[in-house]
Nanobody, 115 residues
Framework: QVQLVESGGGSAQPGGSLRLSCSAS????????MGWYRQTPGKERELVAT???????TYADSVRGRFAISRDNAKKMVYLQMNSLKYDDAAIYYC?????????WGQGTQVTVPS
C-alpha cells in the first residue's frame, strides 16, 4: 500500500513563492516516477512537473523556468518549488507516483494566488 501526503499549500501574492512537499509511505522504489499535477474547478487535472528516480525532470510549458521539482529518495519525498506565482497557478495540487504499472495520488493541497 502506497500513501502520498502533500503539504505546503497556502496563499501567495502574484510574484511570490511557495514550496510544496509530498511524503510517500509504503513500498516505494527509487526507480519510480513522481510528479505534481494540478486541477481547477471544471477543468481536467493537468501535469505540472515530473521527475524520475534518476532525477530527470520534465515541466509543463506554463511553469517551465518558474517551478522546480526535486526529490529525496532516502526520505521518500518530492518537492515543488514554485516561484513567480501567477493568478493562473491557483489550483489544487496533487502529488503523483507511478511504479510497476500502478498510479497513486495524494489528497491534494490548495494553492491560492489572489488577484
Amino acid at each position: 500500500q502506497v500513501q502520498l501526503v502533500e503539504s505546503g499549500g497556502g496563499s501567495a501574492q502574484p510574484g511570490g513563492s511557495l514550496r510544496l512537499s509530498c511524503s510517500a509511505s509504503g513500498t516505494i522504489f527509487s526507480i519510480n516516477e513522481m510528479g505534481w499535477y494540478r486541477q481547477t474547478p471544471g477543468k481536467e487535472r493537468e501535469l505540472v512537473a515530473t521527475i524520475t528516480g534518476a532525477g530527470s525532470a520534465t515541466y509543463a510549458d506554463s511553469v517551465r523556468g518558474r517551478f522546480a521539482i526535486s526529490r529525496d529518495n532516502a526520505k521518500k519525498m518530492v518537492y515543488l518549488q514554485m516561484n513567480s506565482l501567477k493568478y493562473d497557478d491557483a489550483a489544487i495540487y496533487y502529488c503523483n507516483l507511478k511504479q510497476f504499472g500502478r498510479t497513486y495520488w495524494g489528497q491534494g493541497t490548495q494553492v491560492t494566488v489572489p488577484s
